[in-house]
T-cell receptor
Framework: GQNIDQPTEMTATEGAIVQINCTYQTSGFNGLFWYQQHAGEAPTFLSYNVLDGLEEKGRFSSFLSRSKGYSYLLLKELQMKDSASYLCAVRGPGYQKVTFGIGTKLQVIP | IAGITQAPTSQILAAGRRMTLRCTQDMRHNAMYWYRQDLGLGLRLIHYSNTAGTTGKGEVPDGYSVSRANTDDFPLTLASAVPSQTSVYFC???????????FGPGTRLTVL
């Protein structure tokens, strides 16, 4: 099965950089997703990594190390609207089974 | 319609009653999913469908059933609701390239 660990809560300052870590143990790995979920809303897709390395998309970047079972989401130039939960999700075994972590609740403060 | 819609938005239901949560997508995605989200437990997969006419069990399928008569619709039925099924239910669909999942707005269900 899959086991996904990420911090429960984090706090960061507006304009700063924050890194949200995710570690996983898996019986089969076919990619890792990051989703953003604002309170009371549906998760929305942020990034997808299947190969090792860094994927950059605007203010958000995601890194993957398959050998270490480790990923992080990097948020730069934090804005108040970035206050949300960030869900790490691992795909596998197979291509349509996706297991979600509990999520990291990020609070951005002025 | 653009994306995924779910109905109802919220519902209060007496234990023992039958309830169907509706999900419709217009993106022509083959795969669809039902999740429940509970505090401290995250999103858990209930059932999924790889394509019209096929369904599969997820992590927590007991007490739930699904059908997939066509590409667009994927209803979730609670045959006899119990209080432990109080949750927020999300429907999702995915494309065939990265299998990125796109979520509906959710249904908040309370079983008393």
């Amino acid at each position: 099965g899959q086991n996904i660990d990420q911090p429960t809560e984090m706090t960061a300052t507006e304009g700063a950089i924050v890194q949200i870590n995710c570690t996983y143990q898996t019986s089969g790995f076919n990619g890792l997703f990051w989703y953003q979920q604002h309170a009371g809303e549906a998760p929305t897709f942020l990034s997808y990594n299947v190969l090792d390395g860094l994927e950059e998309k605007g203010r958000f970047s995601s890194f993957l190390s398959r050998s270490k079972g480790y990923s992080y989401l990097l948020l730069k130039e934090l804005q108040m609207k970035d206050s949300a939960s960030y869900l790490c999700a691992v795909r596998g075994p197979g291509y349509q089974k996706v297991t979600f972590g509990i999520g990291t609740k990020l609070q951005v403060i002025p | 319609i653009a994306g995924i819609t779910q109905a109802p938005t919220s519902q209060i239901l007496a234990a023992g009653r039958r309830m169907t949560l509706r999900c419709t997508q217009d993106m022509r995605h083959n795969a669809m999913y039902w999740y429940r989200q509970d505090l401290g437990l995250g999103l858990r997969l209930i059932h999924y469908s790889n394509t019209a006419g096929t369904t599969g069990k997820g992590e927590v399928p007991d007490g739930y059933s699904v059908s997939r008569a066509n590409t667009d619709d994927f209803p979730l039925t609670l045959a006899s609701a119990v209080p432990s099924q109080t949750s927020v239910y999300f429907c999702a669909s995915s494309d065939g390239d990265t299998d990125t999942q796109y979520f509906g707005p959710g249904t908040r269900l309370t079983v008393l």
